[in-house]
């Protein structure tokens, strides 16, 4: 996919450690999608899942609270 393919895209992002959030979300801004979050947490990823429209996905496996394996067994 090229970069212009990435434009209007909307990506999901989990990830605990807000330095690390911030800058995949620059990153992704950078190429035009849409981020949606970025979250920490497990409960307010499987909110975000089930009310936003999604495109894909950037997960952390291990965030606070758990792991997000049950994010990925709904989807």
Not at 13 to 31: F, S, T
Not at 46 to 67: F, S, T
């Amino acid at each position: 996919m090229t970069h212009e393919g990435l434009a209007g895209l909307r990506i999901l992002v989990v990830e605990d450690e807000m330095i690390i959030a911030v800058l995949i979300e620059e990153m992704l801004q950078g190429l035009g999608c849409h981020v949606v979050g970025p979250v920490s947490r497990l409960d307010a990823a499987l909110r975000l899942a089930h009310e936003e429209p999604l495109d894909a996905a950037i997960l952390d496996m291990r965030i606070r609270g758990g792991k997000v394996y049950p994010l990925l067994k709904n989807y």
